[in-house]
């Protein structure tokens, strides 16, 4: 086991990924606006019909700082499971890049680069979603990028991993059934986790979505986040554990 | 200075060594080709050589640079010709250049300069705006020695260049390889066509089982491991085969299949003999590095 060995020759890889992205960036940030916006819509103001206001908030606007968090998540997520699996397993880019002056913690780092600066796009558009749709104003609504970027970091680390594990794509499916869904319904995206039983809100306390939700929902409420330092303590160690770890596993992986 | 030099490199996968205690030197400006059947440890010989995989013992250097502790700094002055195809499909042919260009550190100046040549170079200047997934075989290979070329390498490394090219495809790649050689660069190439390695490379490698068993100039090999003449008799060769055992016919019979295989320095006696059997097929040339290859290397499937 052995720390990453950061240097700016992750740029080149990451601008690699960033003119990829150009070609499709209209149909992406398409997907990145409209997913959110229906889920908003639909669930906000069909349940937000039935009911009151949740901690002083609007149903819509609880439910569009939870939604935030779970869309930039799942951005990360399929960015660093099936777009980097992709390059590394059946493009053979990374091969490619190994090749060259660059070497395996470039690559890795160059990944977990871009896929936060997606995930910052991604949280761009929900942030437009909030204001077109009027859910919410005022300048604390700002702090959701960065939030996103620290969701962004979170999860790309942790989706690397398993990236590093898999032997296809269909591997990717535990992690969504065993970690994405379960977070999404436990973290209190929909609704506030201490309606939960006690066991369900203790696992949830551990869980790095519940952290990311904590943080967002203040700032689309107006006011300051509580245990700041806390929640991003959490986002930043599973991102950079996750970072580490990968870059181990990917390093074993292609030795072979 | 040697190009490469290698001195007892080991690299095993599990208990199995792919690479057994291996030796080779290669000179500045010469064409060196590694042969051997699947599994001989050819590509792994190659990806030691780039430091993209760590041996268990030996000692590796490229122009005096130590590898791995400075692989890095050596594929800087390295291009490489992998043998799965791994263009970038979702960019153009010439964004392909750009972006494998920025990963050397290259200058998007300099590469407004070099690209142009290259596509020349490679004859795909009409395809420079094509998306990836229109080009033929042959032009993606071309595509991928011009991206090799990208840093304006000393040493190229050559995975089995014109594996799954038509003929043309392949005479234009080695043409362009003569060239590349002309230019003074190094290279070393891995193939399974001895044609390949007759017409390119000053001298050749013969591995098997991760050790090399023979090197030479492919007329010293042949002259050195094999009878200069060859018969094949490709049918009804059952009415002389006991003749064949007589050295006065042949010297060495190896028989694949049908077809009997027979060595000697003088074919005149055979031919005489054939001659008066019509219903007998055969075919008289010259031995050439396939011979050598497989006497040493067996005639068995490696799978």
Avoid at chain 1, 33 to 51: E, H, K
Avoid at chain 1, 56 to 75: E, Q
Avoid at chain 1, 199 to 227: E, K, Y
Avoid at chain 2, 128 to 147: C, D, E
Wanted: net charge neutral; glycine share 8%.
């Amino acid at each position: 086991m052995r720390l990453p060995r950061p240097s700016l020759r992750f740029i080149p890889i990451w601008r690699r990924n960033l003119l990829v992205w150009r070609k499709l960036a209209i149909p992406s940030m398409l997907g990145n606006l409209a997913d959110p916006m229906f889920y908003m819509l639909a669930l906000g103001f069909g349940l937000g019909r039935l009911l009151p206001e949740i901690g002083g908030m609007p149903y819509i606007a609880f439910l569009a700082a939870g939604t935030m968090c779970y869309a930039t998540m799942n951005t990360a997520t399929f960015e660093s499971l099936y777009s980097a699996f992709s390059r590394m397993q059946i493009q053979r880019t990374w091969d490619a890049i190994l090749n060259t002056p660059l070497t395996l913690d470039d690559i890795i780092i160059g990944e977990f680069a871009w896929s936060i600066t997606k995930s910052g796009l991604s949280g761009l558009a929900i942030l437009c979603a909030i204001l077109i749709l009027g859910i919410a104003h005022g300048p604390n609504l700002l702090w959701l990028i960065p939030l996103s970027l620290l969701i962004g970091m979170c999860f790309t680390g942790m989706a690397l991993i398993i990236t590093a594990l898999a032997p296809n794509y269909d591997f990717f499916m535990y992690y969504f059934s065993l970690a994405i869904t379960p977070m999404t319904l436990l973290c209190g995206v929909f609704f506030p986790t201490n309606q939960l039983p006690l066991l369900l809100q203790h696992i949830s306390v551990l869980l790095p979505l519940t952290h990311a939700i904590d943080l967002a929902r203040p700032l689309v409420a107006g006011h300051n986040p509580h245990h700041l330092i806390v929640h991003v303590t959490v986002l930043v160690l599973y991102g950079l554990t996750g970072l580490c770890l990968a870059i181990n596993l990917i390093e074993r992986r292609l030795q072979r | 200075m040697p190009a490469v030099s290698v001195h007892g490199l080991t690299k095993k996968y599990g208990t199995s060594l792919a690479v057994n205690g291996l030796d080779l030197s290669i000179e500045k400006g010469e064409c060196f080709g590694l042969l051997g059947p699947n599994g001989a440890g050819k590509t792994t010989t190659l990806r030691l050589l780039l430091g993209t995989i760590t041996a268990d013992s030996g000692q590796i250097t490229i122009n005096g640079e130590p590898i791995p502790a400075r692989a890095r700094h050596s594929r800087a002055q390295i291009g490489v010709v992998p043998q799965i195809d791994n263009l970038d499909p979702d960019f153009t042919v010439t964004e392909n250049l750009i972006v494998y260009g920025r990963y050397f550190g290259i200058n998007q100046e300099t590469l407004n300069h070099r690209i142009p040549a290259l596509l020349e170079f490679a004859e795909l200047s009409h395809k420079s705006n094509s998306p990836i997934n229109t080009l033929s075989g042959g032009m993606k290979r071309r595509l991928t020695l011009a991206r090799s070329l990208i840093n304006d390498p000393s040493l190229l490394i050559l995975d089995e260049p014109t594996t799954g090219l038509d003929p043309q495809a392949r005479h234009m790649i080695w043409q362009r390889l003569r060239n590349l050689i002309q230019q003074g660069k190094t290279i070393l190439l891995t193939t399974h066509f001895m044609e390949e390695a007759e017409r390119l490379c000053d001298r050749i490698a013969i591995l098997d089982e991760g050790q090399r068993i023979a090197q030479g100039t492919p007329v010293n090999l042949i002259q050195e491991h094999i009878e200069p003449h060859v018969i094949e008799i490709i049918n009804n060769s059952e009415s002389i085969r006991p003749l064949l055992a007589d050295q006065q016919y042949c010297e060495r019979v190896e028989e694949a299949g049908e077809t009997q295989f027979c060595y000697m320095h003088s074919p005149d006696t055979l031919i005489q003999l054939l001659a008066a059997k019509p219903e007998i097929r055969y075919l008289h040339r010259p031995a050439n590095l396939e011979d050598v290859f497989i006497k040493l290397t067996g005639r068995e499937l490696r799978d």
